[in-house]
């Protein structure tokens, strides 16, 4: 939960984001997305590929930790 948690900040302060701005994005609530950043709440599924395909990270959600190579294919966000 804590390496989840970690990587979504990360990806959303690397884009300069909000919570709230993720969150509308998304379609959850600014307070589901606070949880699942301070580990009190585990997203299901569905959301989660959701929040990966925002930032275009599917290593969110690898059990795996990200190679270099996907550090180096920073995540971008999708302008809708």
């Given at each position: 939960?804590?390496i ?9 302060k ?5 919570q ?25 599924l569905e ?5 990966a ?22 995540p ?5």
């Amino acid at each position: 939960r804590k390496i989840l948690a970690d990587r979504l900040v990360q990806c959303r302060k690397s884009e300069h984001l909000t919570q709230r701005e993720v969150a509308i994005y998304c379609d959850i609530t600014e307070t589901a997305y606070q949880n699942y950043e301070r580990m009190t709440r585990e997203p299901k599924l569905e959301i989660l590929i959701r929040i990966a395909d925002f930032y275009k990270a599917r290593w969110i959600i690898s059990p795996e930790e990200p190679t270099i190579k996907t550090f180096l294919k920073r995540p971008t966000c999708k302008n809708k």
